[in-house]
């Protein structure tokens, strides 16, 4: 079992950055990937971003140039630049293991127009 703690959310203004961090309780292993989702009310879970251990990434095409996904030990970071009003959601970290998903509780971001 792996637990993960968000932190880093809040409300920013159209065109600000803010930087999300995850750390996992345990140590991750060599073939995880770790990354960031978002989800709004009544809509599913999407890709934000991963990243794997050997540092190859995916982006969703909306974020790409603006947000950059890196990863230290257990902890893996997003940082959003540009932010626009669209990229309001919850974010949620996660790391895939095999068969396996974990999930952070989750944390606001709002980006005001």
């Known amino acids: 079992q792996v637990q993960l703690v968000e932190s880093g959310g809040g409300m920013v203004q159209h065109g600000g950055s803010l930087r999300l961090s995850c750390a996992a309780s345990r140590s991750i292993f060599s073939t995880d990937t770790m990354g960031w989702y978002r989800q709004l009310p009544g809509k599913q879970r999407e890709l934000v971003a991963r990243i794997t251990n050997g540092g190859s990434t995916n982006y969703a095409d909306s974020v790409k140039g603006r947000f950059t996904v890196s990863r230290v030990k257990n902890t893996v970071i997003l940082q959003m630049n540009d932010l626009k009003p669209e990229d309001s959601a919850v974010y949620y970290c996660?790391?895939?293991?095999?068969?396996?998903?974990?999930w952070g509780q989750g944390t606001q971001v709002t980006v005001s127009s």
């Open positions: 996660n790391v895939h293991r095999g068969y396996f998903d974990y």
